[in-house]
Nanobody, 121 residues
Framework: QVHLVESGGGLVQAGGSLRLSCVAS????????VVWWRQAPGNQREWVAA???????NYADSVKGRFAISRDNAQNTVYLQMNNLKPEDTGTYYC???????????????WGQGTQVTVSS
């Protein structure tokens, strides 16, 4: 079994910072792409930042220059550093990852349960 757990959310004033973590645990051979998503009440889930399977990073235009995605492969952890937060960044943040559980196994997609980020003006 594989689990993804997000943490690090909270309440912060506009202009502040938070660092989210996404920890993968369980039977993991390799982690391929990892994507951070967010969903505000009444809105569709939107992607925020990603590590592609080739290791490149991509960011939504709305967060470029403010958010940074990084990873610690030894800890199976991906971080999302969020700086200069704005009220419109408010939402539940989720990570999902493509994970192989064995060398010959197929990639499967897993989701975490989300962590709430609230930015006050």
């Amino acid at each position: 079994q594989v689990h993804l757990v997000e943490s690090g959310g909270g309440l912060v004033q506009a202009g502040g910072s938070l660092r989210l973590s996404c920890v993968a645990s369980g039977s993991i051979f390799s982690i391929n792409s990892v994507v951070w998503w967010r969903q505000a009440p009444g809105n569709q889930r939107e992607w925020v930042a990603a590590f592609t399977s080739g290791g490149a990073t991509n960011y939504a235009d709305s967060v470029k220059g403010r958010f940074a995605i990084s990873r610690d492969n030894a800890q199976n952890t991906v971080y999302l550093q969020m700086n200069n937060l704005k009220p419109e960044d408010t939402g539940t943040y989720y990570c999902n990852a493509e994970i192989r559980k064995s060398a010959g196994g197929r990639k499967q997609t897993y989701w975490g349960q989300g962590t709430q980020v609230t930015v006050s003006s």
